[in-house]
């Protein structure tokens, strides 16, 4: 073959190549939105009330433009185990605030230490005498410590956890437990309001308080996915759910819902 056949010949196998790659990668991107779960917005008139949780995984957050988004609350990560404190958020707090959201702070339980370590951290990372929704607990295997703890271990701590956190912001907490987990742990964990995620469908159970519909959603304001949620309630229930604590209950543990 000539020296001319053979450069055409070269050009065609990097054109099909090519091509192909090209091909591939439509074929992902058609099959990532496929699969990603759709949003399937809860009936807005039983579900008025949509929220977002996030982290420093969301970046910088426009959070002006995220609370004219029908956004009216949002769930902000804290703390993680004894000694974490997520770096985003003192002024995710600050700046969700002055955008006139009702916000809250969560901590992430981990396995390998101490709830009474846990509770230090987080109550002096979350400030206190501001209004602030109850405070949520986070329980779930993924990114957490390789030991997997008995239920009544958990719960052990996980009351270590409560004990303080509940008298320090004077509203009993809310827990947050995944699916994975929820089959081995949740029925052995101390009883309180949950916030439940449930995105292939709607949810079954009726006691909750928040439910996290959608891991993939998109908010105005922020770059990427974020977590949406609704409130079981109207507008009267953010307000109760936000009210500031009174002063006979801020030194004290809370009732127990």
Same mark, same amino acid.
């Given at each position: 073959m000539s020296a001319g056949g053979q450069g055409s010949q070269g050009l065609r196998n990097r054109l099909i190549v090519l091509a192909l790659a090209f091909a591939f990668l439509a074929l992902a991107i058609w099959a990532e939105g496929f699969f990603r779960p759709r949003a399937f917005p809860p009936d807005r008139g039983e579900f008025p009330i949509r929220g977002i949780d996030v982290s420093h995984h969301q970046g910088r957050i426009d959070w002006p433009r995220v609370a004219a988004d029908d956004v009216a609350f949002a769930i902000i990560? =804290?703390? %993680? +185990? +004894?000694? #974490?404190v997520d770096d985003a958020f003192a002024e995710n707090l600050r700046q969700a605030r002055a955008a006139g959201l009702a916000v809250g702070a @969560? #901590? &992430?339980l981990t396995f390998c230490r101490p709830g009474a370590d846990? =509770?230090?951290? &987080? $109550?002096s990372a979350v400030p206190r005498g501001g209004q602030l929704l109850p405070p949520v607990v986070d329980i779930e295997f993924h990114g957490n410590c390789p030991h997997r703890p008995s239920p009544a %271990?958990?719960?052990a701590e996980l009351l270590a956890f409560l004990g303080p956190v509940e008298a320090a912001y004077g509203k009993p907490a809310i $827990? @947050? $437990?995944? !699916? %994975?987990? =929820?089959?081995?742990y949740s029925a052995h964990l101390a009883v309180r309001q949950r916030w439940l995620r449930s995105v292939r469908g709607p949810l079954n159970e009726d006691d909750w308080v928040y439910w996290q519909y959608l891991d993939k959603g998109r908010v105005d +304001? $922020? !770059?990427g996915d974020v977590d949406l949620n609704v409130l079981k309630g109207g507008p009267a229930?953010?307000? %109760?759910? &936000? =009210?500031p604590t009174p002063e006979s209950s801020s030194s004290g543990t809370p009732r127990s819902p």
């Open positions: 990560k =804290a703390t %993680e +185990g +004894g000694d #974490h @969560y #901590h &992430f846990q =509770a230090r951290n &987080f $109550i %271990e958990l719960n $827990i @947050y $437990i995944t !699916d %994975e987990m =929820a089959p081995t +304001g $922020i !770059d229930r953010l307000t %109760e759910l &936000f =009210a």
